[in-house]
């Protein structure tokens, strides 16, 4: 549909991320979501591939959804790990015949869906970025870690790894976090290292403490103490989480876009709300209107 980076050139991007699904209950609830959210237009609908080490599940028939039947832009994820080069090949090949035009390469989790898997011909993102770039006109996408990656030895060692993938991309994405201040340092040092890749930042509505510890505690990502006092004084209360996800998460955007992200990526866990509520919110500091919802 189009190239994301062209998309950025034209103004900030409102996004989503969906999981693809591993039942026939989490195929119709994702189903519900999408028809839901894409009654907003979004800029670019994103879909997780090995998410945490998780089977990998349908991702091509999501995006192919999200391609011919909403006639929306997509970039899959795509984690080399436990992959061969011939695996990586034909999955790269299928999107592309599809008409995909954008891709998000991550060296990922190995997944936890079987007991013996390879190890694989790729130990690094960036190797499969330039795979890629040898075999399809992508735009590609990599993976930033403002906070730290989890298995980095040092700051120093983790920003010039992160530079050296960033000048090999032609944007990323990053993991959620909570503290837009975490954003702007990272993009200054990247800055300071002269890269000037485009950084879309991840938003995760929090709408449980419990998830969202687990996540945090898993992605190095800070899980701020008051933030969690209030979910946690919620209890039960799934519409009092909510109320909170939503002012949270919108704040937390308009802080990003403030200080200069080209647009947010929001993390949906396959719900509509509070993403809808959200993009709302955020027409005025996007600069763009949503449209109703089909």
């Known amino acids: 549909m189009a190239l994301i ?30 028809g839901r959210l894409a009654g907003l ?3 670019f609908m994103s879909v997780t591939y090995g998410a945490g080490g998780s089977s990998r599940g349908p991702t091509y028939e999501v995006v192919e959804r999200i391609h011919r039947d909403l006639a929306l832009t997509t970039m899959p994820h795509l984690t080399c790990v436990a992959h061969t080069r011939g695996e990586i090949e034909v999955i790269v090949e299928r999107y592309r015949a599809l008409g995909t035009e954008n891709i998000l390469a991550l060296r990922g989790d190995v997944p936890a869906d079987g007991p013996d898997h390879p190890a694989g011909d790729f130990t690094r993102a960036i190797d499969l970025v330039s795979f890629i770039r040898e075999r399809a006109p992508f735009n590609i996408a990599v993976a930033a870690h403002p906070e730290g990656h989890p298995l980095a030895t040092s ?6 790894h992160h530079a050296e993938k960033l000048r090999e991309a032609d944007f990323a994405m990053t993991q959620f976090l909570f503290r837009a201040e975490y954003y702007e340092r990272f993009v200054e040092e ?34 701020p103490a008051d933030l969690r006092a209030r979910l946690e004084a919620c209890g039960e209360d799934a519409a009092a989480r909510r109320e909170v996800a939503t002012d949270v998460a919108t704040r ?21 709300e509070p993403a809808l509520t959200i993009a709302r919110n955020l027409e005025a500091a996007l600069g763009r209107g949503v449209e109703a919802v089909g």
């Open 155 to 160: 700051r120093v060692d983790d920003l010039d």
């Open 252 to 272: 937390l955007c308009e802080a990003l876009l403030a200080a200069g992200a080209p647009g947010v990526h929001l993390y949906t866990l396959n719900f509509s």
């Open 41 to 43: 237009r979004p800029s």
């Open 190 to 223: 990247m800055a300071a290292r002269g890269v000037t890749t485009p950084v879309i930042p991840g938003v995760m509505p929090p709408t449980n403490a419990e998830g969202i510890a687990r996540m945090s505690a898993a992605n190095n990502t800070e899980f």
């Open 5 to 34: 980076t062209d998309l950025l050139a034209q103004g900030r991007t409102l996004s989503f991320e969906f999981s693809a699904p591993r039942d026939a209950e989490g195929v119709q609830r994702l189903d519900r979501t999408l």
